[in-house]
């Protein structure tokens, strides 16, 4: 193994080793830690991007930890699917953390090193091959996530954020006993390994892996937020401060991760079973959530309450998509994915920056004249117009971008993702059919109803505002928002390398036998005395 090959357990221990060293340092230190902290995104950021040309070689590159050869060591594993998790992750980060540094990471204590750990926690979640570490960094990734919720106290966060850890204490218990049940019936957790033991489990052991199936998939669901498991979702997320909550944009795109992993490889045809997440209702599952989250995003008056409603509607529709279980269907999936992720993650900070225009009171106001209407509305207007200021106006131009990915209007990478997943829907037209254009109608739907509830909020803070306020906003906090929505304009210009790009990652996860090859025949270093000989 040459030394680029340690570069894929990098993404784990830089983090981990960033966030342990942070801890020692006394929170005044704040430029120190902040720096410290940003250095140690940015080459994540560097790494990100070096791996995903690694992947795009078309096979599987495998670490073996403790230099024990699969199924017996740990063993990372990065193929296309994973490298695109990393970056995508990377990016998000780094956007929420110059965000932070605005005042956000002075707020509470250790803001820096949770941020890192959480980074370690996916990091690790996407690279590992068995499903013992996935629980690891599973968990590694929630303890993170408990402490940045609360940052910045209050009642309302520190509320939404035991509603938060109990769910989640759930969804790991559940982990750990699925788990458990898939260990005892195969003997094994290792994923290559797991894709031949499964066929041989005698019939009358198929029930207790059925069993550890379905409770592994409803922990991956919580997760995920698929409906009725989704209530959580957007109290915690419209609790979160700015920069937590977007970089949380991605923790519910790790169930779906996961979904996409294990289906294909574990319970496919390459494995010989069906003892799976079944596709039917996975299929209907996300069409409920999508549903509930179409109809959350026309109801909130909030627009944090918006977004979190807008996690919502992406879970739904790439659940539906995953049940698809097709190579289109899932590319499509993919680039719908890392448009999403980035536009909420955008939207989520944003926000932060234009409620500082709006008058608590005022926005009452506005909300009750749009409901009961304006009494002196037959009054002649004073003003025939009013000139917005210039930070109002790039913010306005933001926030349109933002409604036009989040709607999926042409033409920027929201309408690409829904358009690539529609022609997969009709293409798969003839296995669940009705379902199928049930999706196709609800996608729409869901673009529509998105578009008039930005359009609603625009107005009543752009437009018709009762007072209006001139925000105050930093450089530092502004950019993260741009470079974000500029990487959902730079994805629509390199749609086609990006699907390509995709396509090859979904092909490699629905034939796995790539995958299991390269895990099960990577060999160990020869000791120096072996090399000898």
């Not at 401060?241 to 970089?247: E, H, L, Q, Y």
């Not at 045809?269 to 549903?291: E, H, I, M, N, R």
Request: charged residues 10%; hydrophobic residues 55%.
């Amino acid at each position: 193994m040459d030394l680029s090959n340690h570069l894929i357990i990098a993404p784990i221990l830089l983090p981990l080793l960033t966030g342990a060293l942070l801890l020692l340092f006394d929170e005044r230190k704040h430029t120190l830690k902040a720096l410290l902290s940003v250095g140690s995104t940015l080459l994540l950021v560097a790494m990100g991007m070096v791996l995903l040309r690694v992947a795009d070689s078309g096979t599987a590159s495998v670490y073996l930890l403790g230099n024990w050869a699969a199924p017996f060591g740990i063993v990372l594993v990065l193929d296309r699917l994973s490298a695109v998790m990393l970056l995508v992750t990377s990016l998000l980060a780094i956007a929420s953390l110059f965000f932070s540094l605005a005042r956000w990471d002075k707020m509470g204590s250790h803001f820096h090193s949770l941020f890192q750990f959480l980074l370690m926690g996916l990091n690790g979640a996407f690279l590992t091959g068995d499903l013992f570490n996935l629980f690891v960094f599973f968990e590694v990734v929630l303890s993170a996530s408990y402490g940045l919720l609360l940052h910045g106290s209050g009642p309302h966060r520190v509320r939404a954020g035991l509603h938060y850890i109990a769910m989640n204490l759930a969804a790991s218990f559940l982990f750990l006993v699925g788990v458990a049940l898939i260990y005892g019936v195969t003997g094994t957790l290792n994923m290559a390994d797991l894709v031949g033991r499964i066929g041989e489990v005698p019939p009358e052991n198929r029930f207790l892996l059925e069993a550890g199936a379905a409770i592994l998939g409803i922990a991956f669901l919580v997760k995920a937020g698929m409906w009725p498991l989704c209530f959580w979702l957007p109290s915690a997320y419209s609790a979160a401060a700015a920069p937590v909550a977007a970089i949380f944009a991605v923790l519910s795109k790790m169930g779906i991760y996961v979904l996409l992993r294990l289906s294909p490889l574990l319970f496919g045809a390459a494995a010989g079973s069906s003892a799976g997440f079944d596709d039917k209702w996975l299929f209907a599952g996300g069409l409920v959530t999508l549903a509930f989250g179409t109809i959350g995003v026309l109801a909130s008056q909030a627009m944090v309450r918006l977004a979190a409603f807008s996690v919502l509607v992406s879970s739904g529709t790439l659940l539906a998509a995953v049940a698809m279980s097709g190579d289109r269907s899932t590319a499509a999936a993919l680039y719908y994915m890392i448009s999403s992720t980035l536009t909420i993650g955008a939207l989520f900070l944003l926000i932060e920056l234009l409620e500082r225009a709006q008058d608590p009171a005022a926005a009452v106001l506005s909300v009750t004249m749009e409901a009961y209407g304006d009494g002196d509305e037959d009054e002649p207007e004073e003003e025939v117009g009013v000139t917005i200021p210039a930070t109002l106006a790039i913010l306005g131009v933001s926030f349109g971008v933002c409604g036009i990915l989040l709607s999926g209007l042409p033409p920027l990478s929201g309408f690409v993702g829904k358009f690539a997943l529609l022609s997969a829907a009709i293409d798969a037209g003839n296995k669940i059919s009705t379902l199928n254009w049930f999706f196709f109608g609800l996608l729409i739907t869901s673009g529509l109803f998105a578009m008039v509830a930005m359009v609603r909020a625009g107005i009543r803070i752009f437009w018709a505002p009762v007072e209006i306020i001139v925000p105050r906003v930093r450089v530092i906090e502004f950019v993260p928002v741009a470079f974000l929505l500029i990487l959902c304009i730079w994805m629509t210009a390199q749609a086609g390398p990006t699907m390509r790009y995709l396509d090859a990652a979904a092909n490699a996860l629905h034939d796995p036998t790539g995958y299991v090859h390269d895990v099960l025949s990577a060999a160990p270093i020869p000791s120096p005395k072996e090399a000898g000989h």
